[in-house]
């Protein structure tokens, strides 16, 4: 059985970057390496959007925002919407059967999986 390991990316930008995006070329390059990956965010590392790619891997991919800033961030793609609001932690999972992200709600994160929170949280 081979483990997986869950990515946190620990988004640690400068005030200039507040209104900015992660693109979905920055989290498939995530996903081309790992089936699930995590973005935590506090006030001095918020980002407006977290944007997925269309399609990624075969298998299902999950991607998980914890937003602890005081704003709310979107999870958002072709199709696809969902407010990650102050304090919410939000699964977006890649159902590659049916080729769309979907809001996870009962999904099963894959064995193995190894959760890291960024230092300070």
């Known amino acids: 059985m081979k483990r997986m390991l869950m990515v946190a990316v620990c988004m640690m930008f400068t005030a200039s970057a507040f209104a900015g995006a992660l693109t979905s070329a920055e989290v498939m390059e995530l996903l081309r ?3 699930s990956v ?3 965010m506090n006030d001095a590392s918020w ?3 977290i944007n997925l790619p269309d399609e990624t891997s075969p298998g299902n991919n999950f991607v ?3 937003n602890n800033s005081s704003k709310s961030t ?3 793609g ?3 919407s969902v407010e990650v609001k102050p304090g919410d932690i939000v699964t977006a999972v890649y159902k590659h059967d049916q080729k769309k992200w979907v809001t996870a709600s009962n ?3 894959p064995d193995g999986m190894q959760h890291v929170s960024p230092p300070g949280q």
């Open 64 to 66: 998980t925002v914890g």
């Open 33 to 35: 390496q790992n089936r």
């Open 107 to 109: 999904e099963k994160q």
């Open 78 to 80: 072709y199709n696809f």
């Open 74 to 76: 979107f999870i958002v």
């Open 47 to 49: 980002r407006k959007e």
């Open 38 to 40: 995590e973005v935590y």
